[in-house]
């Protein structure tokens, strides 16, 4: 689990500090209008489960622990 929270994280945080469309402000987003904040508010951290189930309706019946990690915006 280690090894694909620590990928992750460096998956997003290399995003993140990606040169882009938006040279002001990279940054990975959740987009969406239910909510609040707002329609758009930064991914702060990746968390990763020890289940690999997809199946809703089995993994909602089993315990899991997450860990997570910080995302890094150095723009």
Known sequence: MTAVLTSAQTLLDNLNNSPGIDTQNPRIVVASNLGEPGPMRDVTQVAVGEILDKQSRRRRSLVE??????VTITA
């Open 65 to 70: 622990n997450y860990q997570a990690r910080p």
